[in-house]
T-cell receptor, first 113, second 112 residues
């Protein structure tokens, strides 16, 4: 029973293309996140949604657009991919309140050729 | 934001205890101390968290200094599966920003 699942696991594409990464959680959590881990292994928050509403939007290019069709799903669409977008993207979820832990997916490794 | 400082890397022998230190000298009185770890090719995984008192769970123990300026994650018997990057993270109380702010962590190597 995978708690937070992301698809695809690997994504190799060319510069300029548009691609999407999907995330689903079956934990009943109300908050979902996207993090980016760059080549130096630093993990940084990109977006956070609570009950389908955007609550955190860090300094991320407009080419990145998250979409949350319901509480269990948070997708990430990226337009006009650039070389610098190569990274591992992690989806996470948590329940609001009282220092609840975040549960992460296994990541999507995006490589731009 | 309060910052954490951890050693870049540590080594341990299998089946021995491991003490992973974290300094957070500018911690506020209400920040919680969380630990996550990231195994190779996986997402981060929650380990433990605490505020003032020492905490134990099935994965590890967390020892918090009396002045709260440092903490130590204790793995009682390291296994090869514990080889990972361990992150010490400060979280404000509920109502503040909900994201986790990761530092560079400590790469733990477990030797057979």
């Amino acid at each position: 029973d995978t708690a937070v699942s992301q698809t695809p696991k690997y994504l190799v594409t060319q510069m300029g293309n548009d691609k999407s990464i999907k995330c689903e959680q079956n934990l009943g959590h109300d908050t979902m996140y996207w993090y980016k881990q760059d080549s130096k292994k630093f993990l940084k928050i990109m977006f956070s949604y609570n009950n389908k509403e955007l609550i955190i939007n860090e300094t991320v290019p407009n080419r990145f657009s998250p979409k949350s069709p319901d509480k269990a799903h948070l997708n990430l669409h990226i337009n006009s991919l650039e070389l610098g977008d190569s990274a591992v993207y992690f989806c996470a979820s948590s329940q609001t309140g009282r220092q609840r832990p975040q549960h992460f997916g296994d990541g999507t490794r995006l490589s731009i050729l | 934001d309060a910052k954490t400082t951890q050693p870049n890397s540590m080594e341990s022998n299998e089946e021995e205890p491991v003490h992973l230190p974290c300094n957070h000298s500018t911690i506020s009185g209400t920040d919680y101390i969380h630990w996550y770890r990231q195994l190779p090719s996986q997402g981060p995984e929650y380990v433990i968290h605490g505020l003032t008192s020492n905490v134990n769970n099935r994965m590890a123990s967390l020892a918090i200094a009396e002045d709260r300026k440092s903490s130590t994650l204790i793995l009682h018997r390291a296994t090869l599966r514990d080889a990972a990057v361990y992150y010490c993270i400060l979280r404000p109380p509920d109502g503040s920003a909900r994201q986790l702010t990761f530092g560079s962590g400590t790469q733990l190597t477990v030797l057979p």
